[in-house]
């Protein structure tokens, strides 16, 4: 596609329910982030992708937060028992080559929790 | 560990203006520079890159420069428009890692 889509939108989800995000990247692109923005903030790194391989995963708050590529396009980002402090957009970003083009991010999910 | 800060968290000037946001960075090894743009409720539109070997990047009326020596970027800004207002966000990469870590932003506000 032309950029990088994520879905849903808008997600409202009860606390305790289990939530899953999607990343469509750009095609072609081999690396794949995901991040978490909350209100008035910047974006705080939460996991990396080369491929199918999950490089960096030190950002991820708690070990409810689980993301994976199995073909190395397509990503998930899956939050189990919601809380109330994950509230937040979730951005994805792709890169061909981060040094030469930098990230391309997509629009976001913004997740609320009640 | 890299650390992104961002002065002002907010700027607002009278359309025509020149101005300059900056942002500054703890650890100097990094990969590159970003600098985006985000609208209310929207995601993060890249205005310029910077790669670790140069020192600026322009386009149109932006222009980012980037001193790692002194751990600093600049985003400079001519004539400004009512249609720039929007939240700045400088990023780099660092500490061996190929993750961005950003500042909080500054929010501009160009008055008509």
């Known amino acids: 596609g032309a950029g990088v889509s994520q879905s849903p939108r808008y997600k409202v989800a009860k606390r305790g329910q289990d939530v899953a995000l999607r990343c469509d990247p750009i095609s072609g692109h081999v690396s794949l982030f995901w991040y978490q923005q909350a209100l008035g903030q910047g974006p705080e790194f939460l996991t990396y992708f080369q491929n199918e391989a999950q490089l960096d995963k030190s950002g991820l708050p708690s070990d409810r937060f689980f993301a994976e590529r199995p073909e190395g396009s397509v990503s998930t980002l899956k939050i189990q028992r919601t809380q109330q402090e994950d509230s937040a957009v979730y951005l994805c970003?792709?890169?061909?080559?981060?040094?030469?083009?930098?990230?391309?991010f997509g629009s976001g999910t913004r997740l609320t929790v009640v | 560990k890299q650390e992104v800060t961002q002065i002002p968290a907010a700027l607002s000037v009278p359309e025509g203006e020149n101005l300059v946001l900056n942002c500054s960075f703890t650890?100097?090894?990094?990969?590159?520079l970003q600098w985006f743009r985000q609208d209310p409720g929207k995601g993060l539109t890249s205005l310029l890159l910077i790669q670790s070997s140069q020192r600026e990047q322009t386009s149109g009326r932006l222009n980012a420069s980037l001193d790692k020596s002194s751990g600093r970027s600049t985003l400079y800004i001519a004539a400004s428009q009512p249609g720039d207002s929007a939240t700045y966000l400088c990023?780099?990469?660092?500490?061996?890692?190929?993750?961005?870590?950003f500042g909080s932003g500054t929010r501009l506000q160009v008055q008509p």
């Open positions: 970003a792709s890169s061909l080559d981060l040094t030469v083009y930098g990230y391309t």
């Open positions: 990023a780099a990469s660092g500490a061996g890692r190929r993750a961005l870590t």
């Open positions: 650890d100097s090894a990094i990969y590159n």
